[in-house]
């Protein structure tokens, strides 16, 4: 399997001078279905931006596509414009990434941000909107959906510009059933495609369903376990430890 | 069950990562300026401000080191003594330097804006033509120069009067910064708010102030989470037309939110009993060392 993220000792730390995370070492693979699993505010979304490119490692390295993803790196627009090609990333909050006029165009905008003529990136956003079921959104003010079809534009938004990576922060959280049924047949989807899913999440119950690999990131921002997900689940004190349970 | 994915969703096209190339870092404004903000109020937030440390002005009593602050601002705004002010400036150097503030940081802080702002302001004050008295400096002499209605004078020196009254002006808005700043820095401003209702401010004034200050931290942090959502999504160049539309677009959509938050928030206050009367004053505990504070604060000002 061709490695696609390296982390060595990354380490993240906020602003305001807390450490996010500490000593991450990791090894990601091309095709894998990667679960980061972890009490709340222990680094979970921090680390996806650390590998979306959005925020980057205060030591340590990250290394993604075999080159180093660095401030410094990114501020080359052609080598940034082929990561985010590459690498989409679906926020937890759906509000902050929607911020186009219309559904029709919010879907469009990364096609043709990426070059695509605009017929052909149009066919796609139908395509799409097909896919997700809610054609009959397109004109519609994105901010003026529900929690569910938000999420759904959001995904469609990241899958039009056919990323090799996603990267979904809590992805299910807050839908309703229907929903977060479409997002779990939807990932599963796309990861028999031989696309990387990497999603994080706290819902014990989602690993079996959405894994073959689960990291457990403990309160002190550091990694605690890396195993299949049965196995992980069938550790009834590391996940006390981890905070994922609140008994033995 | 969900509809087949598009089949061009199904291929997997892998492009090539190039190798980054040195850039030069453009100056983003807007993303610097609210990255520094959030830096200052996560500092506050998380106890790592200077109004944590353990040193002689934060282990003032807040009431006692505003009032004292008080009475130098007047001392200060009153005083025609060169001398005082220079030595307020000094001590107030001093003060920041054992409050963990750093002497460049505080210097940069205050000095600079006074130079700058004051000194541009006053600068004509110095010259003969502006302030007649004894001569420091002469510029030019002998010389007669009309440019239609306005006459130039024979002869254009820098006066002492001049100086001393431009002194002076540099001298008291750098004392007055100093004291907001060391205020600021060493109280946190939940604190600050306090006392300024005990000292009669509105409290409607009070409570506004302190959930800005609250609120301002939270929509900084989603206004960051927009900026990077909108850069995770950008998967080419864009033009600069595009980007003014999405901050214009961005702003919009933020009057919404904090319409909507403004909304949530007074229902929530509503619900735990909120009726219009906001409590936010905090108990006076002076102790000796704070009356000692003042009582220097005093003798001070009476050399001014």
Redesign the interface.
Known sequence: MNLIYELKNAAYIYPGGRPALQDINIDIFAGERLMLLGPNGCGKSTLQKLLAGLVFASSGRVTAFGRPITAKAMLDKRFAAAFRQKVGFVFQNSDVQLFCPSVLEEIMFGPLTMGMDSSKAKRRADELLEYAGITFLADCSPHHLSGGEKKKVAIAAILAVNPEVLIFDEPTNGLDPRSQCWIVETLNELSRQGKTIILATHQLEAASRLADRVLVLGEDHRFIADDLPEKILAKRELLYKANLIAEI | ??????E???????????????????FDYLEKTL?GI??IL??D??G?STAGKRALLQQIEPHAKLIAALILLLAAAWTKKIEFLAAVNLLLLGLAAQAGLGVKSFMTRVWLPAFFFSGLAVLPGIISWVTPGESLYTIYSGVHLQLGWLTFPVVLDITKQGVQSALLVILRSASSLGLATLVLKTTRWSVITKVLAKFGLPAAVVAVLDLTYRYIYLFLL?FL??I???????????AQGEKLS?IG??IA?FL??TREYGEDIHYAMQSRGFTGEYHGQMKLKIGLCDIGFLIAAAIICCFA
């Open positions: 069950m969900n509809r087949p994915l598009p061009w969703l199904q291929e997997n096209v892998t492009i090539n990562l190039p190798a980054p190339k040195q850039c030069v870092r453009r990255q959030y830096k996560a500092q937030a998380h790592n989603l989470e927009y990077m959502g909108r850069r995770s999504r950008l998967a080419g160049r864009e999405w677009g961005t959509d919404r939110i």
